[in-house]
């Protein structure tokens, strides 16, 4: 059985910063693409970043140069360095590792909250 969770959320000010963090525990043989999405109620789940096992990055338009993502593979975690918040990235932040089988699993979700 494989479980993420994440951590790090909070009430934060705006042009405020925060670090999410994802840890994936179980039994299980490789982590492929791991990432983060958000979503707000009413909407659908949008992407926000992906980092490959290899280390490749990318990145939704609308955070390009004020998030970073990273990741450990020898913790089974990876981290989202979120900066110069703005009250529209408030959102519950989910993040997913993927493996060749059965596929992608999410984290219960944690919530940033942007507002001063």
């Known amino acids: 059985q494989v479980q993420l969770v994440e951590s790090g959320g909070g009430l934060v000010q705006p042009g405020g910063s925060l670090r999410l963090s994802c840890v994936v525990s179980?039994?299980?043989?490789?982590?492929?693409?791991m990432g983060w999405y958000r979503q707000v109620p009413g909407k659908e789940r949008e992407y926000v970043a992906g980092?490959?096992?290899?280390?490749?990055?990318n990145y939704a338009d609308s955070v390009k140069g004020r998030f970073a993502i990273s990741r450990d593979n020898a913790k089974n975690t990876v981290y989202l360095q979120v900066n110069s918040l703005k009250p529209e990235d408030t959102a519950v932040y989910y993040c997913?590792?993927?493996?060749?089988?059965?596929?992608?699993?999410w984290g219960p979700g944690t919530q940033v909250t942007v507002s001063s």
């Open positions: 997913h590792a993927d493996f060749a089988m059965p596929g992608r699993y």
């Open positions: 980092i490959t096992i290899a280390g490749r990055t």
């Open positions: 179980g039994s299980f043989f490789q982590i492929y693409t």
